[in-house]
């Protein structure tokens, strides 16, 4: 069974770090893309960027590119997203999510969500 | 690169049928045969509904179905149920690795 499971609630100040995790199972790691998706609250989603973990290959949406970091461990199969100074206004939801590639071109299994608060 | 877009809100009985537009450009949803649409129940993640413009992964019920002209694609909920009550996204691939979703409808079922 396909699953990938993301880190806990965090609850940051502004202008600190964070990274948090999307562990997957149920499939090889190195053979899919991996998405990541944010929804501010009460709002839509939106596309960050993606990365193929067996060789760390990264693509940023050009609205969070130099925003955000993501990375990938492939010994313990897990992707993450990484902040290096926080503001207000990365509270949202944070989802991770399997790209069936290399013909897929959606999001077929998704994490169940991380929500980061910013707040001083 | 801006939203695709949709209509905020659609609604329709039990048993109807009700169909939401998504719309873009020819560098997104005209481009590419690669729009997938998303249900989102309140509190969860989302769960991919259709994929390649008119696909259904397993378990999908075939009331959903989608299509796509020029630069809008649809999709079609047919015999409309109480459990179909959500937010639903489209999203298209947009060349060089990049996607881009639209901006939400939610369906109410009356």
């Known amino acids: 069974e396909v699953q990938l499971v993301q880190s806990g609630a965090e609850v940051k100040k502004p202008g600190e770090s964070l990274k948090i995790s999307c562990k997957v199972s149920?499939?090889?790691?190195?053979?899919?893309?991996i998405g990541w998706v944010r929804q501010m609250p009460g709002k839509g989603l939106e596309w960050m960027g993606i990365?193929?973990?067996?060789?760390?290959?990264?693509r940023y949406s050009p609205s969070f590119q130099g925003q955000v970091t993501l990375s990938a461990d492939k010994s313990i199969s897990t992707a993450y997203l990484r902040w290096s100074s926080l503001k207000a206004s990365d509270t949202a939801m944070y989802y991770c999510?399997?790209?069936?590639?290399?013909?897929?071109?959606?999001?077929?299994?998704w994490g169940q969500g991380t929500l980061v608060t910013v707040s001083s | 690169q801006s939203a695709l877009t949709q209509p905020r809100s659609v609604s329709g009985s039990p048993g109807q049928s009700v169909t939401i537009s998504c719309t873009g450009t020819?560098?997104?949803?005209?481009?590419?045969?690669?729009v997938s649409w998303y249900q989102q129940h309140p509190g969860k993640a989302p769960k991919l509904m259709i994929y390649?413009?008119?696909r259904r992964p397993s378990g999908v019920p075939d009331r959903f179905s989608g299509s796509k002209s020029g630069n809008t694609a649809s999709l079609t909920i047919s015999g409309l149920q109480a459990e179909d009550e959500a937010d639903y996204y489209c999203?298209?691939?947009?060349?060089?690795?990049?996607?881009?979703f639209g901006t939400g409808t939610k369906v109410t079922v009356l």
């Open positions: 999203s298209s691939y947009a060349g060089s690795y990049t996607y881009v």
């Open positions: 999510a399997r790209i069936p590639s290399p013909d897929g071109y959606n999001l077929d299994y």
């Open positions: 020819s560098s997104d949803v005209g481009g590419y045969y690669y």
């Open positions: 990365i193929y973990p067996a060789d760390s290959d990264t």
């Open positions: 390649d413009v008119s």
């Open positions: 149920g499939y090889t790691f190195t053979t899919y893309w």
